[in-house]
């Protein structure tokens, strides 16, 4: 008898391969094995909408209850995956039990990284990652009056703005000398820490931690040069690991991230990776990359699930990102890591414009705050491997879109 | 509670119950309905939720705002007059019915 496909993850990427084998055909058992103790749901409301209450519960999953049903897909929830048996082809979980495969997929994600500092563990000092961890943030932020976030990437941000809008003192401490710093180019960084401090929000720049200081709770955070900020509610927001030791202990090529081909395929040609917790080869970048986006995970998904089922689909999706800041959309495609020249459409002061980013004379990403529409071109554009001239871009006036129907 | 009839690729129906405050997007993932993808899970940054309002209902619905109407330059399937983005639309008594017709594809 087939003992079919095993998942090892809960989130965006698990979910997308069971659901896509299924569309693919794949008719062998699927089960998705995952820790949580809930089916897979949404996370980016986590530190935005549901943290401020406007998205609520019910509309976290990803997939409804009837969907596991009638496309037979079953959740083993709140057991850990344990170690990989290769040779006797079967996971084993954290109760004891062991799942047979024939084939498997990782989608274990990522972990928030922790801040290696004394007093890291003191009550009060949060991360964000889970629907569990969100819950314990919101708990805290209704009753603290001084917050500090370290890490001004994504989260850390985002969470700030949420902090902020709910009248609470907040300070953000980065150690890189401008905010998002991984994430989006020098210039659009600049712009939005504008926004974030003309909210009220003390973003501390080029600044470390050394150490978080209370009694039992924590009271303050001390600053690398000494200089102390009150604090009752700390988020550790310094980026993720991902999680590749179960991969590691079974002996799959790993290096920060469990490395995978464009067909999601792993060293273990029985094995499929997707998501977070994947080092994969990239169209657009000259290394084998790590991305931490819902975009990743559903379209390596795709492609991990086409290969279960016997379909050769390469992963080439161009990457992109949002975040929602305030009344800031932002919207990112395209890797702009060594880009060598920039141009904006539209104006900056107007609160909505595109930052252009070419790299010896071609388009290789577009950043757009409150632009969607330019955007979903964007994508359009990359993805053909179309370019405008810088000029063209700059020039509000040009229709981008005619490059398209020309095309 | 108010129905949504939502007209599958295939050209069958399915029509739910969908709360009211609930979107149109929502109202298909809870209820399994295939062809809405919504990746952004509805915060009108993805285009992937896509569906064309049928005439009867075009009236009854608020238009869109700014943003999903830029938004909807990028859709993957061809865009109409009757294009919106289902994450915006939110069931009232109202709009008992709705009836949205769902496109070839969501993803470029």
Known sequence: MSHGLVVVGG?????????????????????????????????PPLSKGYLAGKVLPAALPLRSEAFYRDSKVELILGARAESIDLSGRSVVLSDGRRLAFDRLALATGARPRPLPVPGGGLEGVLFLRSLADADALRTRLAEATDVVIVGAGFIGLEFASVAVAAGKKVTVVEMQDRVLARAVAPGLAAFIADVHRAKGLDIRLGATVKELRGNRRVESVICGDGTSIRADLVLLAIGVIPNVELAQAAGLACQDGIIVDRFATTSDPRIVSAGDCTRHPSAYADQPLRLESVQNALDQAKTAAATISGVAKPYDTVPWFWSDQYDLKLQMVGLAAGHDSAVTRGTPSDGRFSVFYYRRGSLIAIDSVNKPGEHMLGRK??????????????????DLQGLMAKA | MPAVV??????????????????????????????????????????????????????????????ENDLLSGVAAERKPSSRLSCQINMTAALDGLTVRIPEKQSL
Not at chain 1, 19 to 32: K, L, V
Not at chain 2, 6 to 11: A, F, R
Not at chain 2, 15 to 31: D, F, H, K, Y
């Open chain 1, 11 to 43: 989130s965006y990427a698990a979910a997308q391969i069971a659901a896509s084998a299924r569309e693919q055909g794949y008719a062998e058992p699927i089960r998705i094995v995952s820790e949580e103790p809930r089916g897979p749901y949404q996370r």
């Open chain 1, 381 to 398: 554009l990359l993805t053909a491997r179309l370019s405008p001239t810088p000029e063209q871009a700059a020039d509000s006036g040009f």
């Open chain 2, 6 to 67: 939502y007209i599958l690729k295939d050209g069958s129906e399915r029509r739910v119950e969908v709360p009211e405050g609930t979107s149109v997007m929502l109202g298909a993932i809870q209820n399994n309905v295939p062809g809405i993808e919504a990746e952004c899970g509805g915060c009108c940054s993805c285009a992937t939720c896509h569906v064309y309002v049928e005439p009867a209902y075009a009236d009854k619905v608020p238009p869109p705002d700014l943003t």
